[in-house]
């Protein structure tokens, strides 16, 4: 099935430090998530996009629904060791909202 | 606020055995219901959802099948496991177009 293109894959950052990752598609969509996944946990929702061009933060987070519809990005400022996990991003498609569409997700490691 | 529970945390099955994982939803009615599986912990793969009672959309062909008796129920389950369905799934619930929301997941080890 259709994945996004999630990059980076992994990173390594010493505490402190601010974080940038991004997924693209091909086609348009309709909406934007970014979870994290705590290892042996579910994937708890950070941000919710729903419009091109919505920037949106939640504390230390801030991501943007790309123009085009077809990206967004999260940044992450002033990591902090409890940020380490793994960092998906998903949408809806312009033809489909009831399935999500996944990144295969960035790998966040934090150097206190 | 809305709830998802999720059970067991862990299960431990002989290869050949039968499966049933149990979702439940509470404070929200007729959602979108979600079952996952992920290996290795990265990447994400849909097995089956739901937008109502009785209607189930399998996404891959599998030895494992869905079911949804009640609005807010979403049940996993397999006749005869194998080593390939170990894994860690995940149960999930929606308002139709808008973002999902996970359970605490089942890690499901066959031996």
């Known amino acids: 099935g259709q994945q996004l293109n999630q990059s980076p894959q992994s990173m390594f950052i010493q505490e402190g430090e601010d974080v940038s990752m991004n997924c693209t598609s091909s086609?348009?969509?309709?909406?934007w998530l970014w979870y994290k996944q705590d290892p042996g946990e579910g994937p708890v929702l950070l941000i919710a996009l729903y419009k091109a061009g919505e920037l949106t933060s939640n504390g230390r987070l801030t991501a943007q629904f790309g123009i085009t519809r077809k990206d967004s990005f999260l940044n992450i400022s002033a990591s902090i060791p409890s940020d380490v996990g793994i960092y998906f991003c998903a949408g809806h498609n312009a033809g489909n909202n009831r399935k999500l569409i996944w990144g295969l997700g960035t790998s966040l490691a934090v150097n206190p | 606020s809305q709830t998802i529970h999720q059970w067991p945390a862990t299960l431990v099955q002989p290869v050949g055995s039968p499966l049933s994982l149990e979702c439940t939803v509470e404070?929200?009615?007729?959602?979108?219901l979600y079952w996952y599986r992920q290996a290795a912990g990265r990447g994400l793969q849909l097995l089956f959802y739901?937008?109502?009672?009785?209607?189930i959309s399998s996404e891959v062909p599998q030895n494992l099948s869905a079911s949804r008796p009640q609005d807010r129920q979403f049940i996993l389950s397999s006749k005869k496991l194998l080593l390939s369905d170990s894994g860690f799934y995940l149960c999930?619930?929606?308002?139709?177009?808008?973002?999902?929301?996970f359970g605490d997941g089942t890690r499901l080890s066959i031996l």
């Open positions: 086609s348009i969509f309709n909406t």
């Open positions: 404070g929200t009615s007729n959602p979108n």
């Open positions: 739901s937008v109502g009672i009785g209607q």
């Open positions: 999930a619930w929606s308002a139709i177009g808008n973002a999902q929301h």
